[in-house]
């Protein structure tokens, strides 16, 4: 696996990963209105405008998973589902938290409340569940509002 920055040649994997993922992880756990804006158009756009905040997990040339970062945020943590369990969503985690630690002693991340394996992850890497709030969502109407809950970890 080689972690590397994300290019413009990759935004169409990504957004795949990324639309694939977001429906697994959160079918059935946000507000129903929500999934209008969710659809594979929308993560292409939003893939494209991440790509220099974005680093991707490659194996055997293909790309595995990504992860953003927007400040303090580790804002996407996402690995396609038949990389699951080979070690990427520990890379790219890790390497999330790191670029964070750069400028900032605390990362937060959102997670909806029902997405219990991504819940169970980030608990076993050190992330704590600080409590629930509302995370203001991109749509092209403007900001959707979802409850999360926000996870944090010291880093340093």
Do not use: C
């Amino acid at each position: 696996m080689e972690l590397r920055a994300a290019t413009v040649e990759d935004a169409d994997a990504i957004a795949d990963i990324w639309h694939r993922g977001w429906h697994d992880g959160h079918a059935g756990n946000v507000p129903e209105a929500m999934y209008k804006y969710r659809q594979a158009e929308h993560f292409h756009t939003l893939a494209n405008s991440r790509i220099a905040i974005t680093t991707v997990a490659v194996i055997d040339d293909r790309i595995a998973g990504f992860v953003t970062v927007h400040d303090d945020e580790v804002e996407q943590v996402y690995v396609d589902a038949s990389a699951r369990g080979s070690g990427v969503a520990d890379a790219i985690l890790s390497h999330g938290e790191r670029t964070v630690a750069e400028t900032y002693d605390v990362a937060w991340l959102a997670v909806v409340a029902g997405n219990a394996r991504a819940r169970r992850f980030y608990e076993r890497s050190g992330w704590a569940d600080t409590g629930s709030f509302e995370y203001s969502a991109e749509t092209e109407d403007g900001p959707f509002t979802a409850p999360v809950r926000r996870y944090e970890k010291r880093l340093r």
